[in-house]
């Protein structure tokens, strides 16, 4: 994937040998200050010594004009920079990095530099490529050790803040008053400013840019007076409301009580699940708060907040300056609470479980349905950690706090981690009462976090069906009721339920969406949660090539932070490429010597023994199967039996016969057709080894018919293979028919415009699996380029 700003000094090199070759012409760089124009003018000086090149260019006059059109057919070039006009030439757009570039320019500038701290200084300079280069030299010891907060603005050195300050000074009285007005109300739109002033705001122009970086900047560099007028003159002119107040007590009110009416309208968008108004009002009434303790407690609620709606980064800054203001244990408790919600989505999970664990004991006391929430948070970090001591421990004392009476909200998450805790421990007939009263009270509990814990539940009923509308529902309320931190989450076990029901589509769906939503509010460890499942959806339908790169992706993070719930996941999917490459041996080791998780590991025993049967080493797989049969039976999963059936019909050379046909009986009646044709897949190989090629005939043709539906080509050629051998000269001919959900998702991005490397990077694959996709899509279609390609499905 191109970095930073590669892709536009690919585009200038090209323009500059079109150059070379007589075919000259103009191109204008557009972009902000700090976007990174003036670096590619100075490549294009140092690689071409036939280009005029202009760089802050606001007028085109008619000497220039003339050039731009002398040069065209000539081997000599004009490169123009430029904020905001094209002059109606070519031009080349220079937009904001996105969060994945920022930190990867902040991690080649300073390797080594703490995540948090990236996130946060990548929020800060919005996409801007200089503005990340001077924060990152800023940075003070302080700041890199975590002992300091991070910068809120750019440092006074910076040439980027120059720049914009000066601006601002060289503009009128009433332009400066018109930036003033925006610079301390972030939420004021220039639509809205107009009104005020229309001449100000068009002279203002850019300076009126919404993002934070242009707005701290020019709020940090306002002259006092004129920051408390444009505080004053909003005070009189926005309604009544929130906002209105915090201007009021800025200019100069009654800050104590201001700040008791700040909080009470936070209070009020909370119930209205609009967590972002809420933790700007609670943050603002706590500067206005003087009591330390109060003061405190309104940071903290503003930090929970900011976690909701998906802001962890500016949740941890807040709460930076909360810890030195209380002792009070209840406070450093819920403080714990939102800092373990945090590090569970982007820190190390273990470190997370302790945290969670320690906020449990201290709220048992005062704030019981906080602690058992705490509880929760803690039993999920302990699963992702893959660590069965923190999870028993937190079993234990979700059973100790768990009364006969117990209300239905804190009762669901108790049985839930007893259940869980019974279940990863392999005392499935304990585990089930526990997990079917979760599901059964979801029913009655609101909020999407009931929800979660219900399809985990269900899912490892093996009620896919239930995991599913659970899991979706779940979704549904997390986005309603503002709780943004929550989708990720939800996500997975949408994922995980359609993947057992066998619809890899809406997996597929799933998993990509919970990426992207992992990705824009920094929950890294869900990132890789999806991006394993994905990896594990294309390993079964043998896509290796796209498995290993998801599996690439996510692996230095898995390591990084120990998180052995998705490292176990990649894994099986690992095991599952083997498998397909015909290296049951490697398959073998990578599952029976991988130490992860207990649960994850019992789901992938089928590959096991599948690896185990293939390299000739039955016991080893027969030891897995007990362990996973022993689950399959307590759930009644058809689905899950079906896979017991079969790996019996692979150990069981006297009986195969009859645990094979079971088999298929069972993944008809689930509906699970993908393992149903691996499984006619292996049936049929055994008949054929057997000397019964005609029944292992029809039990292969049927698997080539599944596999292709599926458009698993991997697997449509070795079941083709098998047919041959079996005495079929042809097998069956390739299917034509529709595209795969991948390569309908590849087809609607090239209609949209996007290059390979952008189809790569969306949908976490690599860029020759994409140009491989793209392939087989024109063959499918009957087209021959990306414009036909589009026409055709317009």
């Given at each position: 994937m191109l970095r930073g700003r590669d892709r536009q000094r690919v585009a200038v090199?090209?323009?500059?040998?079109?150059?070379?070759?007589?075919?000259?012409?103009?191109?204008?760089?557009?972009?902000?200050?700090?976007?990174?124009?003036?670096?590619?003018?100075?490549?294009?000086?140092?690689?071409?010594?036939?280009?005029?090149?202009?760089?802050?260019?606001?007028?085109?006059?008619?000497?220039?004009?003339?050039?731009?059109?002398?040069?065209?057919?000539?081997?000599?070039?004009?490169?123009?920079?430029?904020e905001t006009e094209t002059f109606g030439l070519p031009s080349i757009a220079l937009e904001p990095l996105d969060r994945a570039a920022s930190l990867q320019v902040l991690h080649d500038l300073l390797p080594g530099l703490p995540?948090?701290?990236?996130?946060?200084?990548?929020?800060?300079?919005?996409?801007?490529?200089?503005?990340?280069?001077?924060?990152?030299?800023?940075?003070?010891?302080?700041?890199?050790?975590?002992?300091?907060?991070?910068?809120?603005?750019?440092?006074?050195?910076?040439?980027?803040?120059?720049?914009?300050?000066?601006?601002?000074?060289?503009?009128?009285?009433?332009?400066?008053?018109?930036?003033?007005?925006?610079?301390?109300?972030?939420?004021?739109?220039?639509?809205?400013?107009?009104?005020?002033?229309?001449?100000?705001?068009?002279?203002?122009?850019?300076?009126?840019?919404?993002?934070r970086l242009v707005r701290s900047t020019l709020h940090d560099g306002l002259p006092a007076a004129l920051r408390l007028q444009a505080h004053a003159e909003l005070a009189g002119l926005l309604p009544p409301g929130p906002r209105r107040t915090w201007h009021a007590a800025m200019s100069g009110g009654d800050g104590g009580a201001h700040a008791d009416a700040l909080a009470l309208s936070a209070e009020h968008a909370r119930r209205c699940g609009d967590f972002a108004t809420a933790a700007r009002d609670h943050d603002r009434a706590a500067r206005l708060t003087t009591a330390p303790e109060e003061k405190?407690?309104?940071?903290?609620?503003?930090?929970?907040?900011?976690?909701?709606?998906?802001?962890?980064?500016?949740?941890?800054?807040?709460?930076?300056?909360?810890?030195?203001?209380?002792?009070?244990?209840?406070?450093?408790?819920?403080?714990?609470?939102?800092?373990?919600?945090?590090?569970?989505?982007?820190?190390?999970?273990?470190?997370?479980?302790?945290?969670?664990?320690?906020?449990?004991?201290?709220?048992?006391?005062?704030?019981?349905?906080?602690?058992?929430?705490?509880?929760?948070?803690?039993?999920?970090?302990?699963?992702?950690?893959?660590?069965?001591?923190?999870?028993?421990?937190?079993?234990?004392?979700?059973?100790?706090?768990?009364?006969?009476?117990?209300?239905?909200?804190?009762?669901?998450?108790?049985?839930?981690?007893?259940?869980?805790?019974?279940t990863l421990s392999g005392r499935h007939d304990e585990a089930m009462p526990a997990l079917r009263a979760v599901v059964d009270l979801a029913a009655h509990v609101p909020g999407p976090q009931a929800r979660i814990w219900a399809s985990q539940a269900a899912y490892v009923l093996g009620d896919a069906t239930r995991s599913y509308e659970m899991a979706t529902s779940a979704v549904t309320a997390a986005r309603e009721s503002g709780y943004t931190a929550l989708v990720p989450w939800a996500l997975v076990y949408r994922a995980l339920s359609a993947l057992l029901l066998d619809q890899h589509t809406a997996a597929l769906t799933a998993a990509t969406e919970g990426v992207h939503a992992a990705t824009a509010i920094g929950q890294h460890n869900a990132v890789v949660d999806h991006l394993t499942i994905l990896a594990l959806l294309a390993a079964l339908r043998g896509d290796a090539e796209t498995a290993l790169h998801r599996i690439e992706t996510a692996t230095e993070h898995i390591t990084e932070r120990g998180l052995i719930r998705p490292g176990t996941f990649g894994a099986w999917a690992f095991a599952c490429v083997d498998l397909a490459r015909d290296r049951p041996a490697d398959a073998l080791d990578r599952l029976r010597l991988h130490h992860g998780h207990a649960g994850v590991k019992v789901m992938a025993a089928p590959h096991l023994v599948e690896a185990a049967v293939a390299c000739g080493k039955p016991s080893t797989g027969d030891r897995a199967l007990r362990r996973y049969e022993k689950w399959a039976d307590a759930t009644g999963s058809a689905a899950r039996m079906a896979l017991s059936h079969r790996c019996h019909g692979l150990l069981e050379a006297g009986t195969a016969d009859?645990?094979?046909?079971?088999?298929?009986?069972?993944?008809?009646?689930?509906?699970?057709?993908?393992?149903?044709?691996?499984?006619?897949?292996?049936?049929?190989?055994?008949?054929?080894?057997?000397?019964?090629?005609?029944?292992?005939?029809e039990h292969l043709r049927d698997a080539v018919r599944i596999f292709q539906s599926y458009q698993a080509d991997h697997w449509v050629d070795r079941a083709r293979a098998e047919l041959r051998a079996a005495g079929d000269p042809t097998g069956e001919p390739k299917d034509h028919g529709d595209l795969t959900p991948q390569q309908a998702q590849i087809a609607t991005l090239v209609a949209e415009g996007a290059t390979n490397r952008e189809i790569a990077a969306r949908l976490f694959l690599s860029h020759r699996t994409v140009e491989h996709h793209l392939r087989n899509i024109f063959a499918r279609l009957g087209v021959r380029s990306r414009v036909e390609l589009t026409r055709r499905l317009d």
């Open positions: 090199d090209a323009f500059l040998r079109r150059a070379r070759t007589g075919h000259g012409s103009a191109l204008v760089l557009r972009g902000e200050p700090g976007s990174g124009k003036s670096a590619l003018l100075d490549h294009a000086r140092q690689t071409c010594d036939a280009v005029l090149c202009v760089d802050d260019l606001t007028v085109l006059d008619d000497d220039l004009r003339r050039l731009t059109e002398d040069v065209a057919g000539t081997r000599g070039a004009v490169l123009i920079a430029s995540s948090v701290l990236a996130v946060d200084l990548a929020e800060l300079a919005c996409g801007n490529p200089l503005a990340l280069v001077e924060l990152a030299g800023s940075l003070t010891s302080g700041q890199l050790g975590g002992t300091a907060p991070p910068p809120e603005v750019l440092p006074e050195s910076s040439s980027l803040r120059t720049r914009l300050l000066a601006r601002f000074e060289a503009l009128s009285p009433r332009a400066r008053h018109v930036v003033a007005l925006a610079a301390v109300d972030d939420e004021l739109t220039a639509e809205v400013l107009a009104r005020v002033d229309a001449d100000a705001v068009t002279e203002a122009g850019a300076l009126l840019d919404p993002r405190a407690h309104r940071l903290l609620k503003a930090a929970a907040d900011h976690w909701a709606h998906g802001a962890p980064h500016r949740s941890r800054a807040v709460l930076r300056t909360a810890v030195r203001l209380t002792d009070t244990v209840e406070l450093r408790a819920l403080m714990d609470l939102v800092v373990g919600g945090i590090d569970l989505g982007e820190s190390l999970p273990d470190v997370a479980a302790d945290r969670l664990i320690r906020a449990a004991k201290g709220l048992i006391g005062t704030q019981r349905g906080m602690a058992v929430a705490a509880l929760g948070f803690a039993g999920e970090a302990a699963s992702i950690a893959g660590d069965p001591r923190r999870h028993t421990a937190v079993a234990d004392l979700a059973r100790e706090l768990r009364r006969p009476d117990e209300h239905p909200v804190t009762r669901l998450t108790l049985d839930h981690l007893i259940g869980m805790s019974a009859e645990h094979f046909e079971e088999a298929i009986r069972l993944h008809r009646a689930s509906g699970t057709s993908l393992e149903l044709a691996k499984t006619e897949l292996l049936y049929g190989n055994r008949l054929r080894r057997g000397r019964k090629p005609k029944v292992a005939r």
